[in-house]
């Protein structure tokens, strides 16, 4: 089993700048690729953004002001997050693809980022 917390939510104004954290843990596993999801009231899960291996994939609408990282030393994921709307109000979830024995989708219990105008 892998468990992934994420941290680094809150409450900031338009322009500002979150970034959020994603700690995986567990025994005898190996991440093959990590992910930002996030769910706004209402609405869909949505792809934020994905890294494998060094391939970074974006959604459109955070093109240019997200960053996702990963340190997999730590085993630790990142999203680095600037000039925030208020439309990116949302939880958001951390997502990983890893092998145990078979490969499995896990996902975190999600931190709220609320943006104020």
């Known amino acids: 089993q892998v468990q992934l917390v994420e941290s680094g939510g809150g409450l900031v104004q338009t322009g500002g700048s979150l970034r959020l954290s994603c700690a995986a843990s567990?025994?005898?596993?190996?991440?093959?690729?990590m992910a930002w999801y996030r769910q706004a009231s209402g609405k869909q899960r949505e792809l934020v953004a994905r890294?494998?291996?060094?391939?970074?994939n974006y959604a459109d609408f955070v093109k240019g002001r997200f960053s996702i990282s990963r340190d997999n030393a730590k085993n630790t994921l990142y999203l680095q997050m600037n000039s925030l709307k208020p439309e990116d109000t949302a939880v958001y979830y951390c997502?990983?693809?890893?092998?145990?024995?078979?490969?499995?989708?896990?996902w975190g219990q999600g931190t709220q980022v609320t943006v104020s105008s």
């Open positions: 567990g025994s005898g596993f190996k991440i093959n690729d």
């Open positions: 890294i494998v291996s060094s391939r970074i």
């Open positions: 997502n990983a693809g890893a092998t145990t024995t078979t490969y499995q989708i896990y």
